[in-house]
């Protein structure tokens, strides 16, 4: 499956801190749980990435 698959799996995905200082991104799906950890430098370049792909969609949209 690639990243212009779609799916028919609905998911849960939470963000947040842990008390080990640091951001734990939250996958359940499909009775699969999958706790992400990283440092929180990490955090903010995936937060980027996330943003560049926000941008990359919104561009791709406007033209159909």
């Not at 359940?28 to 792909?53: N, S």
């Amino acid at each position: 499956m690639g990243i212009n698959s779609e799916s028919e799996i609905a998911g849960n995905l939470q963000i947040g801190p842990t008390t080990d200082g640091m951001v734990r991104i939250y996958v359940e799906a499909d009775g699969v749980e999958l706790p992400f950890d990283f440092e929180p430098e990490e955090a903010e370049e995936i937060a980027e990435e996330i943003r560049a792909a926000a941008a990359g969609a919104r561009t791709m949209s406007k033209g159909k």
